[in-house]
Protein backbone atom coordinates (compact mmCIF):
# COMPACT_ATOMS: atom_id res chain seq x y z
CA UNK A 1 0.00 0.00 0.00
CA UNK A 2 2.81 2.48 0.54
CA UNK A 3 3.08 5.18 -2.07
CA UNK A 4 6.05 4.88 -4.97
CA UNK A 5 6.48 6.72 -7.99
CA UNK A 6 9.07 7.54 -10.18
CA UNK A 7 9.81 11.56 -10.52
CA UNK A 8 12.68 13.29 -10.90
CA UNK A 9 12.62 16.00 -7.35
CA UNK A 10 12.07 13.93 -4.25
CA UNK A 11 11.67 15.58 -0.97
CA UNK A 12 11.66 12.30 1.49
CA UNK A 13 13.34 9.09 0.75
CA UNK A 14 9.72 7.27 2.26
CA UNK A 15 7.12 7.10 -0.68
CA UNK A 16 4.34 8.06 1.08
CA UNK A 17 5.74 10.79 3.51
CA UNK A 18 7.03 12.20 -0.45
CA UNK A 19 3.69 12.34 -2.02
CA UNK A 20 2.42 13.96 1.46
CA UNK A 21 4.77 16.65 1.22
CA UNK A 22 3.81 16.92 -3.05
CA UNK A 23 0.35 17.37 -2.26
CA UNK A 24 0.61 19.82 0.65
CA UNK A 25 2.62 22.30 -1.97
CA UNK A 26 0.54 21.04 -4.87
CA UNK A 27 -2.49 22.52 -2.71
CA UNK A 28 -0.88 26.17 -2.31
CA UNK A 29 0.22 25.80 1.20
CA UNK A 30 3.50 27.84 2.05
CA UNK A 31 6.66 25.42 0.20
CA UNK A 32 9.15 26.87 2.30
CA UNK A 33 7.78 26.50 5.55
CA UNK A 34 6.57 22.84 4.68
CA UNK A 35 10.46 22.00 3.17
CA UNK A 36 11.77 23.86 6.24
CA UNK A 37 9.74 21.40 8.58
CA UNK A 38 10.46 18.00 6.91
CA UNK A 39 14.05 18.73 6.36
CA UNK A 40 16.64 16.28 7.76
CA UNK A 41 13.96 13.43 8.69
CA UNK A 42 14.66 9.95 7.99
CA UNK A 43 11.74 8.07 6.49
CA UNK A 44 12.15 5.77 9.46
CA UNK A 45 10.98 8.32 11.57
CA UNK A 46 7.11 8.26 12.19
CA UNK A 47 7.15 10.30 15.59
CA UNK A 48 9.34 12.60 13.97
CA UNK A 49 6.96 13.11 10.70
CA UNK A 50 4.37 13.75 12.97
CA UNK A 51 5.97 16.31 15.16
CA UNK A 52 7.19 18.12 12.22
CA UNK A 53 3.44 18.42 10.83
CA UNK A 54 1.93 18.86 14.28
CA UNK A 55 4.57 21.34 15.09
CA UNK A 56 3.72 23.46 12.04
CA UNK A 57 0.15 23.12 12.35
CA UNK A 58 0.27 25.11 15.54
CA UNK A 59 2.92 27.62 14.57
CA UNK A 60 0.78 28.69 11.23
CA UNK A 61 -2.44 28.36 13.69
CA UNK A 62 -0.59 31.36 16.04
CA UNK A 63 -0.09 32.52 12.78
CA UNK A 64 -3.66 33.12 12.16
CA UNK A 65 -5.23 33.65 15.52
CA UNK A 66 -2.33 36.82 15.93
CA UNK A 67 -3.62 38.16 12.35
CA UNK A 68 -7.28 37.86 12.84
CA UNK A 69 -6.76 39.74 16.21
CA UNK A 70 -5.17 42.09 14.58
CA UNK A 71 -7.95 42.81 12.08
CA UNK A 72 -5.68 41.14 8.82
CA UNK A 73 -8.36 39.41 7.57
CA UNK A 74 -6.40 38.10 4.36
CA UNK A 75 -3.27 37.05 6.21
CA UNK A 76 -5.77 35.44 8.95
CA UNK A 77 -7.59 33.61 6.33
CA UNK A 78 -4.53 32.29 4.47
CA UNK A 79 -2.92 30.82 7.53
CA UNK A 80 -5.93 29.35 8.71
CA UNK A 81 -6.14 27.39 5.64
CA UNK A 82 -2.59 26.42 5.50
CA UNK A 83 -2.91 25.50 9.41
CA UNK A 84 -6.28 23.26 8.91
CA UNK A 85 -3.80 21.51 6.10
CA UNK A 86 -0.87 21.19 7.85
CA UNK A 87 -3.39 19.20 10.93
CA UNK A 88 -4.89 17.33 8.16
CA UNK A 89 -1.27 15.65 7.13
CA UNK A 90 -0.44 15.38 11.05
CA UNK A 91 -4.24 13.54 11.37
CA UNK A 92 -2.80 11.12 9.01
CA UNK A 93 0.43 10.70 10.99
CA UNK A 94 -1.26 10.25 14.10
CA UNK A 95 -3.58 7.52 12.77
CA UNK A 96 -0.55 5.29 12.02
CA UNK A 97 1.11 5.67 15.48
CA UNK A 98 1.25 3.36 18.41
CA UNK A 99 -1.32 5.40 20.42
CA UNK A 100 -3.90 6.99 18.38
CA UNK A 101 -6.12 8.19 21.23
CA UNK A 102 -5.88 12.24 20.23
CA UNK A 103 -6.97 11.45 16.69
CA UNK A 104 -10.86 13.44 18.08
CA UNK A 105 -9.17 16.33 19.64
CA UNK A 106 -6.35 16.76 16.57
CA UNK A 107 -9.22 16.48 14.04
CA UNK A 108 -11.25 18.85 16.09
CA UNK A 109 -8.01 21.28 15.98
CA UNK A 110 -8.03 21.12 12.16
CA UNK A 111 -11.74 21.45 11.72
CA UNK A 112 -12.15 24.69 13.74
CA UNK A 113 -9.46 25.98 11.39
CA UNK A 114 -11.23 25.54 8.45
CA UNK A 115 -14.04 26.94 9.76
CA UNK A 116 -11.88 30.03 11.01
CA UNK A 117 -10.94 29.93 7.14
CA UNK A 118 -14.35 29.74 6.31
CA UNK A 119 -15.20 32.68 8.38
CA UNK A 120 -12.45 34.95 7.37
CA UNK A 121 -12.55 34.09 3.68
CA UNK A 122 -13.88 36.45 1.25
CA UNK A 123 -16.15 33.39 -0.17
CA UNK A 124 -19.96 33.14 0.20
CA UNK A 125 -20.24 29.89 2.65
CA UNK A 126 -23.20 28.59 4.41
CA UNK A 127 -22.40 25.55 6.88
CA UNK A 128 -25.16 23.08 5.84
CA UNK A 129 -26.61 19.55 7.09
CA UNK A 130 -27.40 17.70 4.62
CA UNK A 131 -30.77 14.59 5.72
CA UNK A 132 -29.06 10.83 5.17
CA UNK A 133 -30.66 8.19 6.61
CA UNK A 134 -31.47 8.94 10.30
CA UNK A 135 -28.27 11.16 10.69
CA UNK A 136 -26.60 13.92 8.32
CA UNK A 137 -23.88 15.10 5.85
CA UNK A 138 -22.07 18.00 7.58
CA UNK A 139 -21.06 20.27 4.45
CA UNK A 140 -20.23 23.73 3.60
CA UNK A 141 -21.74 25.57 0.52
CA UNK A 142 -20.03 27.71 -1.14
CA UNK A 143 -21.48 30.43 -3.79
CA UNK A 144 -19.10 32.76 -6.15
CA UNK A 145 -18.90 36.66 -6.26
CA UNK A 146 -22.46 37.96 -7.02
CA UNK A 147 -21.28 38.69 -10.80
CA UNK A 148 -20.12 35.43 -11.63
CA UNK A 149 -23.42 33.18 -10.10
CA UNK A 150 -24.98 31.19 -12.92
CA UNK A 151 -26.77 28.37 -10.77
CA UNK A 152 -24.28 25.79 -11.82
CA UNK A 153 -23.35 23.58 -9.20
CA UNK A 154 -20.40 21.43 -7.92
CA UNK A 155 -20.54 18.70 -5.84
CA UNK A 156 -17.44 17.57 -4.53
CA UNK A 157 -16.52 13.58 -3.37
CA UNK A 158 -13.29 13.52 -1.03
CA UNK A 159 -11.42 10.53 -0.92
CA UNK A 160 -10.02 8.42 1.56
CA UNK A 161 -8.29 10.79 3.66
CA UNK A 162 -7.94 14.27 2.69
CA UNK A 163 -8.95 17.04 4.92
CA UNK A 164 -11.28 19.45 2.92
CA UNK A 165 -8.72 22.30 3.22
CA UNK A 166 -6.88 19.82 0.33
CA UNK A 167 -10.30 20.28 -1.65
CA UNK A 168 -10.48 24.10 -1.67
CA UNK A 169 -7.75 24.18 -4.12
CA UNK A 170 -7.76 21.30 -5.87
CA UNK A 171 -11.67 22.01 -7.04
CA UNK A 172 -13.62 24.73 -4.89
CA UNK A 173 -11.61 27.62 -5.63
CA UNK A 174 -10.76 26.90 -9.28
CA UNK A 175 -14.51 26.41 -9.41
CA UNK A 176 -15.61 29.53 -7.64
CA UNK A 177 -13.50 31.66 -9.84
CA UNK A 178 -15.56 30.44 -12.62
CA UNK A 179 -18.90 31.06 -11.30
CA UNK A 180 -19.71 27.54 -9.66
CA UNK A 181 -21.69 27.35 -6.70
CA UNK A 182 -19.24 24.49 -4.37
CA UNK A 183 -20.46 21.88 -2.01
CA UNK A 184 -17.97 19.97 0.08
CA UNK A 185 -19.21 17.60 2.64
CA UNK A 186 -17.90 14.48 4.60
CA UNK A 187 -19.46 11.25 3.25
CA UNK A 188 -19.16 8.11 5.13
CA UNK A 189 -15.79 7.33 7.05
CA UNK A 190 -14.28 10.57 6.31
CA UNK A 191 -13.18 13.21 8.16
CA UNK A 192 -15.99 14.02 10.76
CA UNK A 193 -18.14 11.27 10.30
CA UNK A 194 -15.08 8.63 11.16
CA UNK A 195 -13.44 10.97 13.87
CA UNK A 196 -16.45 12.37 15.59
CA UNK A 197 -19.04 10.03 14.53
CA UNK A 198 -17.24 6.61 14.17
CA UNK A 199 -19.13 5.98 11.33
CA UNK A 200 -17.00 3.75 8.96
CA UNK A 201 -16.70 3.82 4.91
CA UNK A 202 -19.65 2.31 2.62
CA UNK A 203 -18.98 0.85 -0.75
CA UNK A 204 -23.05 2.00 -1.95
CA UNK A 205 -22.04 5.56 -2.42
CA UNK A 206 -25.18 6.04 -4.50
CA UNK A 207 -26.83 5.94 -0.75
CA UNK A 208 -24.89 9.17 -0.56
CA UNK A 209 -24.72 11.13 -3.30
CA UNK A 210 -28.54 10.49 -4.19
CA UNK A 211 -29.51 12.61 -0.78
CA UNK A 212 -26.91 15.13 -1.54
CA UNK A 213 -28.76 15.75 -5.21
CA UNK A 214 -31.62 15.49 -3.90
CA UNK A 215 -30.69 18.52 -1.28
CA UNK A 216 -28.63 20.67 -2.91
CA UNK A 217 -31.01 20.84 -6.05
CA UNK A 218 -34.03 22.34 -4.31
CA UNK A 219 -32.10 25.32 -3.45
CA UNK A 220 -33.30 28.33 -4.98
CA UNK A 221 -29.43 29.23 -6.02
CA UNK A 222 -29.00 26.18 -8.32
CA UNK A 223 -30.08 24.81 -11.41
CA UNK A 224 -31.11 21.48 -10.85
CA UNK A 225 -30.33 20.76 -14.54
CA UNK A 226 -26.50 22.17 -14.15
CA UNK A 227 -24.96 19.94 -11.18
CA UNK A 228 -21.73 18.47 -11.86
CA UNK A 229 -19.90 15.97 -9.82
CA UNK A 230 -16.41 15.91 -9.08
CA UNK A 231 -14.60 12.35 -7.04
CA UNK A 232 -10.80 12.62 -6.01
CA UNK A 233 -8.63 9.91 -5.27
CA UNK A 234 -10.93 7.60 -4.06
CA UNK A 235 -13.82 9.88 -4.72
CA UNK A 236 -12.93 8.65 -8.01
CA UNK A 237 -14.08 5.30 -7.05
CA UNK A 238 -17.42 6.52 -5.09
CA UNK A 239 -18.33 8.95 -8.31
CA UNK A 240 -18.45 5.90 -10.50
CA UNK A 241 -19.91 3.67 -8.00
CA UNK A 242 -23.01 6.30 -7.41
CA UNK A 243 -23.18 7.09 -11.31
CA UNK A 244 -24.32 3.40 -11.99
CA UNK A 245 -27.73 3.64 -10.06
CA UNK A 246 -28.17 8.12 -10.21
CA UNK A 247 -28.22 9.54 -13.40
CA UNK A 248 -29.23 12.97 -12.41
CA UNK A 249 -26.04 14.52 -12.60
CA UNK A 250 -25.09 16.70 -15.61
CA UNK A 251 -21.24 15.74 -15.90
CA UNK A 252 -18.64 14.26 -13.54
CA UNK A 253 -15.18 14.27 -13.41
CA UNK A 254 -12.93 11.40 -11.75
CA UNK A 255 -9.39 12.15 -10.27
CA UNK A 256 -8.28 9.89 -11.36
CA UNK A 257 -10.38 7.11 -12.28
CA UNK A 258 -10.96 3.84 -9.82
CA UNK A 259 -12.55 0.78 -11.07
CA UNK A 260 -11.40 -1.65 -8.11
CA UNK A 261 -10.11 -0.30 -4.74
CA UNK A 262 -8.96 -3.68 -3.26
CA UNK A 263 -5.85 -3.87 -6.17
CA UNK A 264 -3.95 -0.63 -3.86
CA UNK A 265 -3.99 -3.44 -0.88
CA UNK A 266 -3.61 -7.00 -2.36
CA UNK A 267 -0.64 -6.02 -5.27
CA UNK A 268 1.32 -5.68 -1.81
CA UNK A 269 0.13 -9.05 -0.30
CA UNK A 270 1.85 -12.28 -1.16
CA UNK A 271 -0.08 -14.53 -3.52
CA UNK A 272 0.31 -17.70 -1.33
CA UNK A 273 -1.27 -15.73 1.49
CA UNK A 274 -4.28 -14.41 -0.77
CA UNK A 275 -4.75 -17.98 -1.83
CA UNK A 276 -5.53 -18.98 1.80
CA UNK A 277 -8.06 -15.78 2.04
CA UNK A 278 -9.66 -16.86 -1.08
CA UNK A 279 -9.91 -20.42 0.52
CA UNK A 280 -11.77 -19.06 3.41
CA UNK A 281 -8.45 -19.82 5.73
CA UNK A 282 -9.06 -16.43 7.56
CA UNK A 283 -7.32 -17.48 10.56
CA UNK A 284 -4.63 -18.55 8.91
CA UNK A 285 -4.24 -15.54 6.85
CA UNK A 286 -4.53 -13.52 9.29
CA UNK A 287 -1.67 -15.21 11.52
CA UNK A 288 0.74 -14.93 8.69
CA UNK A 289 0.07 -11.51 8.38
CA UNK A 290 0.83 -10.72 12.11
CA UNK A 291 3.94 -12.22 11.40
CA UNK A 292 5.01 -10.45 8.62
CA UNK A 293 3.77 -6.99 10.12
CA UNK A 294 5.99 -7.05 13.20
CA UNK A 295 8.89 -7.50 10.62
CA UNK A 296 7.57 -4.55 9.04
CA UNK A 297 6.86 -1.39 11.11
CA UNK A 298 6.15 1.01 8.11
CA UNK A 299 3.81 -1.81 6.56
CA UNK A 300 2.21 -2.21 9.82
CA UNK A 301 1.73 1.29 10.29
CA UNK A 302 0.20 2.38 6.74
CA UNK A 303 -2.16 -0.48 6.71
CA UNK A 304 -3.48 0.69 10.82
CA UNK A 305 -4.12 4.25 9.21
CA UNK A 306 -5.74 3.01 5.66
CA UNK A 307 -7.90 0.25 7.38
CA UNK A 308 -9.14 2.32 9.97
CA UNK A 309 -11.96 3.94 7.99
CA UNK A 310 -13.56 0.46 6.93
CA UNK A 311 -14.05 -0.33 10.18
CA UNK A 312 -13.36 -3.97 10.32
CA UNK A 313 -11.49 -6.22 12.81
CA UNK A 314 -9.31 -8.44 11.44
CA UNK A 315 -6.91 -8.76 8.46
CA UNK A 316 -9.07 -10.98 6.38
CA UNK A 317 -11.77 -9.23 7.85
CA UNK A 318 -10.43 -5.72 6.25
CA UNK A 319 -9.19 -7.52 2.89
CA UNK A 320 -12.84 -9.29 2.19
CA UNK A 321 -14.69 -5.25 3.20
CA UNK A 322 -12.23 -3.99 0.73
CA UNK A 323 -12.66 -6.25 -2.19
CA UNK A 324 -16.50 -4.97 -2.03
CA UNK A 325 -15.48 -1.53 -3.45
CA UNK A 326 -15.42 -2.49 -7.31
CA UNK A 327 -17.42 -0.85 -10.06
CA UNK A 328 -16.15 -3.85 -12.65
CA UNK A 329 -19.63 -4.75 -13.16
CA UNK A 330 -21.52 -1.61 -12.57
CA UNK A 331 -19.86 0.98 -14.64
CA UNK A 332 -21.74 0.06 -18.03
CA UNK A 333 -24.50 1.55 -16.26
CA UNK A 334 -23.14 4.74 -16.24
CA UNK A 335 -25.06 7.47 -18.34
CA UNK A 336 -23.43 10.68 -17.25
CA UNK A 337 -20.76 12.19 -19.44
CA UNK A 338 -17.67 11.52 -17.45
CA UNK A 339 -13.91 13.24 -17.74
CA UNK A 340 -11.38 10.83 -16.55
CA UNK A 341 -8.23 11.73 -15.46
CA UNK A 342 -4.64 10.00 -16.41
CA UNK A 343 -1.89 10.41 -14.59
CA UNK A 344 1.27 9.15 -15.59
CA UNK A 345 3.03 7.27 -12.92
CA UNK A 346 -0.03 6.72 -10.97
CA UNK A 347 1.49 4.77 -8.04
CA UNK A 348 -1.71 3.57 -5.93
CA UNK A 349 -4.69 2.21 -8.84
CA UNK A 350 -2.20 2.41 -11.81
CA UNK A 351 -4.37 1.43 -15.30
CA UNK A 352 -7.41 2.10 -13.62
CA UNK A 353 -8.31 5.03 -15.47
CA UNK A 354 -7.95 3.99 -19.12
CA UNK A 355 -10.46 0.14 -17.51
CA UNK A 356 -12.86 2.72 -16.81
CA UNK A 357 -12.64 4.45 -19.74
CA UNK A 358 -12.79 1.08 -21.71
CA UNK A 359 -15.53 0.02 -20.05
CA UNK A 360 -18.24 3.42 -20.39
CA UNK A 361 -16.74 3.85 -23.90
CA UNK A 362 -20.26 5.91 -25.07
CA UNK A 363 -19.54 8.51 -22.17
CA UNK A 364 -16.32 8.75 -21.27
CA UNK A 365 -13.34 11.07 -22.17
CA UNK A 366 -9.71 9.75 -21.14
CA UNK A 367 -7.82 12.55 -20.29
CA UNK A 368 -3.68 12.36 -19.94
CA UNK A 369 -0.98 13.89 -17.84
CA UNK A 370 2.54 13.66 -17.95
CA UNK A 371 5.79 13.68 -16.52
CA UNK A 372 6.95 15.95 -19.38
CA UNK A 373 4.60 18.67 -18.01
CA UNK A 374 5.51 18.18 -14.12
CA UNK A 375 1.93 16.53 -14.07
CA UNK A 376 2.28 12.87 -13.23
CA UNK A 377 1.78 11.17 -9.86
CA UNK A 378 -1.75 10.70 -8.18
CA UNK A 379 -4.33 13.26 -8.52
CA UNK A 380 -1.23 15.48 -10.35
CA UNK A 381 -0.04 17.13 -6.91
CA UNK A 382 2.47 19.65 -8.67
CA UNK A 383 0.08 20.60 -11.60
CA UNK A 384 -3.28 21.24 -9.74
CA UNK A 385 -3.43 24.43 -11.95
CA UNK A 386 -3.17 22.49 -15.50
CA UNK A 387 -5.51 20.19 -14.00
CA UNK A 388 -8.05 22.52 -13.13
CA UNK A 389 -7.66 24.02 -16.85
CA UNK A 390 -8.21 21.04 -18.48
CA UNK A 391 -11.17 19.53 -16.43
CA UNK A 392 -13.65 23.16 -16.11
CA UNK A 393 -12.81 23.31 -19.46
CA UNK A 394 -14.70 20.57 -19.61
CA UNK A 395 -16.99 20.75 -17.19
CA UNK A 396 -17.73 24.40 -18.59
CA UNK A 397 -18.85 23.07 -21.62
CA UNK A 398 -20.89 19.94 -20.28
CA UNK A 399 -23.01 22.39 -18.13
CA UNK A 400 -23.65 25.31 -20.50
CA UNK A 401 -25.10 22.56 -23.03
Not at 85 to 112: H, I, P, Q, T, W
Not at 293 to 304: D, I, K, P, V
Request: aromatic share 10%; hydrophobic share 45%.
Amino acid sequence: MAAHHDTSVHFSPNGDEDFEIRSAIGVGTGIGEILAATKGLRGSDHEGWFTAWHDLAERTLGIADAAAAAGHRVSAADAYLRASGYYGVALNAMSALEDASGLAALFGKGRAAWDAFVAHGPTRAERIDIPYGVSSLPGYFFRPAKGLATGRTLVVANGSDGALASLWAMAADPALARGYNVLLFDGPGQQSQLFERNVPFRPDWEAVLTPVYDDVSRRHDVDPARIGLYGISQGGYWVARALAFEHRYAAAIVDPGVVDVSSSWTRHIPGSLLKLLDAGQNEKFDKEMRLGMAFSGATARTWQFRARPYGAAGYAETIEAVRTYTVADLASRIMTPLLITSPEGEQFWPGQSEQLASLTPNVSILVPFTAAEGADGHCQPLARDLTAQRVFDWMDDMLSA
